[in-house]
């Protein structure tokens, strides 16, 4: 006679720590929030998906955890491609679109926490009025050389797959949560799931044993990661796919040395009639080809190009945006920009400059 088996899963305890996320560091934390009346997130221009997803985390967490008057103020608003992020009725501000609104947010906040960004000089336009608030400020990021005398809480590590990651584990320690995913409001657990998916191109690169830790335990919460792939991978805009086509096949060059580059200037991304955010993703896939080393994509902005880099193991994209694009970023992963004509004297000679850096980066 056979005998029914049952496996029973339980959420397990974490095993992870960070340096970074110390008992007395949390407990400052919570007194903080515990304090604060008037609570506003940032994160850096441009928004991507990890910056979307760990904002839109924490200010749903704040808000439906906490009850707290949590708001997000983001220096522009995000790209169609990445703004689902957003979970419905969750209160974010953006300075293109409502100026006035933003600083006067700003002004009146007593906490701002800042993510994804190692100061504020990756708001940009909303640089001046953050660095003017007398509100107590915390960092959350995982990039290099965070500027910590800029606030009085700073969680920060580079060895972590992204913001949304370390977000993670800081509200993981947080009392409500108890190191209990469940306890996360499914907004917050979406969202920090999809900010840290993207921000490893879903799982492809920058994967500690602690973003499969993070991973496993979102899902046992009950997070739906199908539904987050089909959000980000199978919502495209036909144009976009004809964009990067486009770009792979009649623009990409590939180097003796084995760096691919790609320039998308501004004629091209009318032609395809382009929307920001819609090259995000193309500079990865260069490396699929066995002798390409490192990736590049240049983009065409106002007076200058904005850079992403990406490398194989062995290659640092990082060392090459400090060294050539007035960048940084992970090893593997870094971004920058090239201006003209300090750089180089006109946007058509782009290509040439790139030709140059292989030669020196990849010697």
């Known amino acids: 006679m056979k005998s029914n088996i049952f496996c029973i899963f339980a959420p397990a ?13 949390i407990r400052t934390f919570n007194s903080l929030l515990e304090g604060s009346h008037t609570l506003t997130v940032t994160t850096h221009t441009h928004p991507d998906g990890d910056a979307l997803g760990s904002a839109s985390a924490l200010v749903c967490h704040l808000r439906q955890a906490r009850g707290m008057d949590a708001v997000a103020v983001l220096p522009d608003s ?17 300075l293109d679109t409502e100026p006035e609104a933003c600083l006067e947010r700003i002004r009146r906040s007593d906490l701002v926490i800042l993510l994804d960004g190692n100061g504020f000089s990756r708001t940009e336009g909303l640089q001046a009025a953050f660095e003017a608030s007398g509100a107590r400020k915390v960092l959350i990021d995982h990039h290099l050389n965070p500027e910590k005398d800029s606030f009085g809480l700073v969680f920060s590590t580079p060895d972590i797959s992204s913001a949304s990651e370390l977000l ?36 492809a690169n920058s994967v500690f044993p602690s973003t499969l830790e993070m991973a496993s335990a979102l899902l046992a919460a009950g997070v739906d990661r199908d539904a987050i792939l089909a959000s980000l991978y199978n919502n495209y805009r036909e144009n976009r796919v004809r964009l990067m086509g486009y770009l792979q096949y009649e623009d990409m060059r590939i180097t003796p040395e084995g760096m691919a580059y790609m320039v998308a200037t501004r004629e091209i991304m009318d032609r395809f009639g382009a929307e920001e955010g819609e090259t995000e993703g193309l500079v990865n896939v260069p490396l699929s080809i066995g002798r390409v080393r490192m990736s590049i994509l240049l983009k065409e902005s106002d007076g200058h190009f904005r850079v992403s880099i990406r490398s194989k193991r062995g290659t640092s994209a990082q060392q090459c945006a400090l060294d050539w694009f007035h960048g940084g970023g992970h090893e593997n992963a870094a971004g920058g920009k090239l201006f003209w004509p300090g750089d180089i004297p006109a946007p058509e000679d782009a290509a040439a400059y790139l030709e140059n850096v292989s030669r020196q980066c990849l010697k």
């Open 78 to 94: 995000p790209s169609s491609t990445v703004r689902p992020i957003i979970p419905d009725g969750a209160p974010f501000l953006f």
């Open 168 to 203: 993670f584990f800081v509200l993981m320690e947080l009392p409500e949560v108890g190191g209990d995913a469940a306890r996360l409001p499914a907004d917050t657990a979406r969202a920090l799931m999809t900010g840290m998916t993207t921000d490893t191109n879903n799982f």
């Open 13 to 25: 305890k974490m095993i992870t720590t960070f340096d970074c996320i110390t008992p007395e560091g």
